[in-house]
């Protein structure tokens, strides 16, 4: 008890002396602000004090079956979301492996001289919203605690790490008879699950496959609502439980972590699996491996953006290219999909287009992915927002700020990392202590 009364005492003290005199509610918040973390560094002093035993056994057992004997108490820092703190803690050492251990970093997750998981967790958490340079100085301004941008890359780059750490768990588990089976059994399975893949560019250096590279970028959902009853109409579905996922690498090693996820929200399993995507062959060859028994579709607002460039193609005047694309997207709103391509043959033949002919054999490609009026009618999300959601927070928000040009690892590990907290699944990280 005497520390605490030492610590009101010291409050007192501290409001009388710097408190008194201030004038306005911003110095008052300020100050008291600095007086807070004063008081929260000392009573994690107290608290992390009253762990360590007053008179430390002689020995403890060591990891090795020898016994290790206690050398002397050190003195650590650590850097916590209050401040530095200095605390000691007994040290044992082993005669026999010489390995050194203090059982109190171990009992209450210390880290000798480093940041600890709480302030690690937070100090990532502003490096995946913005730069590392401003994230640091916003981070100072408010907790009152300074780290440098390469302490902020090293943690946010540390909780992608754990990303991936997760990712690889899944990768076993989804390639394991057993777990399936285990997963069969257990029953409960999605209704409807939906799932996209996009990709972004992202500007990558180094002496290797430097440039714009694509960001691969998966997403699976749940979504309620349903879609207007015309192209012009307003849209009102609502995604939800979104789970992210993104890596930069070639599409064959990016389809083992597409099956990981899937897997982990039981897609395999699912009543009715639903891809989205644009025209990429790649994401329709991940599909198609992956899940033959899906649904696919072709994102609406791909396919209709195809129709514009045939228009200009055709037509000098604007009405007359505006009108034809209304008309081609009510056909293809209603699901004459086949009426759309004999309309583009045709102009292709009168006006020898490529454009024209690259349209075409793109609708004729994915004809069976815009069934739209079938898809519609059975209450299915035909656009890919979720996933377009996704490139732009992840790509533009933050891996495509001003500037940018990534080490390609640490645009792995930060994209990873942003996906985590974007998808609600920060806090369930595993942080080493």
Same mark, same amino acid.
């Given at each position: 008890?005497?520390?605490?009364?030492?610590?009101?005492?010291?409050?007192?003290?501290?409001?009388?002396?710097?408190?008194?005199? !201030?004038?306005?509610?911003?110095?008052?918040?300020?100050?008291?602000?600095?007086?807070?973390?004063?008081?929260?560094?000392?009573?994690?002093?107290?608290?992390?004090?009253?762990?360590?035993?007053?008179?430390?056994?002689?020995?403890?057992?060591?990891?090795?079956?020898?016994?290790?004997?206690?050398?002397?108490?050190?003195?650590?820092?650590?850097?916590? !979301?209050?401040?530095?703190?200095?605390?000691?803690?007994?040290?044992?050492?082993?005669?026999?492996?010489?390995?050194?251990?203090?059982?109190?970093?171990?009992?209450?997750?210390?880290?000798?001289?480093?940041?600890?998981?709480?302030?690690?967790?937070?100090?990532?958490?502003?490096?995946?919203?913005?730069?590392?340079?401003?994230?640091?100085?916003?981070?100072?301004?408010?907790?009152?605690?300074?780290?440098?941008?390469?302490?902020?890359?090293?943690?946010?780059?540390?909780?992608?790490?754990?990303?991936?750490?997760?990712?690889?768990?899944?990768?076993?588990?989804?390639?394991?008879?057993?777990?399936?089976?285990?997963?069969?059994?257990?029953?409960?399975?999605?209704?409807?699950?939906?799932?996209?893949?996009?990709?972004?560019?992202?500007?990558?250096?180094?002496?290797?496959?430097?440039?714009?590279?694509?960001?691969?970028?998966?997403?699976?959902?749940?979504?309620?609502?349903?879609?207007?009853?015309?192209?012009?109409?307003?849209?009102?579905?609502?995604?939800?439980?979104?789970?992210?996922?993104?890596?930069?690498?070639?599409?064959?090693?990016?389809?083992?972590?597409?099956?990981?996820?899937?897997?982990?929200?039981?897609?395999?399993?699912?009543?009715?699996?639903?891809?989205?995507?644009?025209?990429?062959?790649?994401?329709?060859?991940?599909?198609?491996?992956?899940?033959?028994?899906?649904?696919?579709?072709?994102?609406?607002?791909?396919?209709?953006?195809?129709?514009?460039?045939?228009?200009?193609?055709?037509?000098?005047?604007?009405?007359?290219?505006?009108?034809?694309?209304?008309?081609?997207?009510?056909?293809?709103?209603?699901?004459?999909?086949?009426?759309?391509?004999?309309?583009?043959?045709?102009?292709?033949?009168?006006?020898?287009?490529?454009?024209?002919?690259?349209?075409?054999?793109?609708?004729?490609?994915?004809?069976?992915?815009?069934?739209?009026?079938?898809?519609?009618?059975?209450?299915?999300? !035909?656009?890919?927002?979720?996933?377009?959601?996704?490139?732009?927070?992840?790509?533009?928000?933050?891996?495509?700020?001003?500037?940018?040009?990534?080490?390609?690892?640490?645009?792995?590990?930060?994209?990873?990392?942003?996906?985590?907290?974007?998808?609600?699944?920060?806090?369930?990280?595993?942080?080493?202590?």
């Amino acid at each position: 008890m005497k520390n605490i009364t030492e610590i009101a005492e010291a409050v007192a003290t501290l409001v009388e002396t710097q408190l008194d005199e !201030i004038m306005t509610l911003s110095e008052i918040e300020r100050t008291t602000k600095h007086l807070m973390q004063k008081i929260g560094a000392e009573v994690s002093k107290i608290v992390i004090t009253r762990r360590q035993p007053q008179y430390p056994e002689p020995y403890m057992a060591c990891a090795c079956g020898a016994k290790a004997n206690y050398i002397r108490d050190r003195t650590v820092n650590l850097y916590t !979301i209050l401040g530095k703190i200095e605390v000691e803690r007994a040290y044992y050492l082993c005669p026999t492996c010489h390995k050194g251990v203090c059982p109190l970093d171990e009992q209450l997750g210390l880290r000798p001289n480093a940041l600890s998981c709480e302030l690690e967790r937070l100090v990532a958490l502003t490096g995946v919203q913005i730069p590392f340079g401003k994230g640091s100085m916003l981070f100072e301004e408010l907790t009152l605690i300074t780290v440098s941008d390469q302490t902020m890359g090293k943690a946010s780059r540390h909780m992608g790490e754990c990303v991936v750490k997760q990712e690889e768990q899944l990768k076993q588990q989804a390639n394991d008879p057993t777990y399936l089976q285990q997963q069969k059994q257990e029953g409960a399975a999605p209704l409807r699950l939906y799932g996209a893949i996009d990709a972004v560019k992202v500007n990558i250096r180094g002496e290797k496959e430097a440039g714009w590279r694509d960001l691969k970028l998966g997403a699976w959902f749940e979504a309620c609502g349903k879609p207007p009853t015309s192209p012009e109409g307003q849209w009102s579905i609502q995604a939800e439980n979104i789970d992210y996922f993104a890596d930069l690498c070639p599409a064959n090693e990016f389809s083992p972590l597409v099956w990981a996820t899937a897997v982990q929200r039981k897609a395999q399993l699912a009543r009715e699996l639903i891809l989205l995507g644009d025209g990429a062959e790649w994401i329709w060859n991940i599909v198609s491996e992956n899940f033959p028994q899906a649904i696919q579709i072709l994102d609406w607002f791909h396919a209709s953006e195809h129709l514009m460039p045939v228009a200009q193609a055709a037509f000098v005047d604007e009405g007359q290219r505006s009108q034809w694309v209304a008309q081609q997207r009510k056909q293809m709103w209603e699901g004459k999909i086949e009426a759309v391509i004999a309309t583009c043959r045709t102009l292709a033949e009168t006006h020898a287009s490529a454009v024209i002919d690259k349209a075409a054999n793109y609708f004729e490609t994915h004809k069976t992915r815009m069934r739209y009026a079938y898809f519609r009618s059975q209450g299915y999300q !035909i656009g890919s927002g979720t996933i377009e959601s996704a490139a732009k927070q992840i790509g533009m928000m933050r891996m495509k700020v001003p500037g940018a040009r990534w080490n390609e690892e640490n645009a792995i590990l930060v994209a990873k990392a942003r996906a985590a907290f974007l998808s609600n699944r920060w806090d369930d990280l595993p942080l080493a202590v």
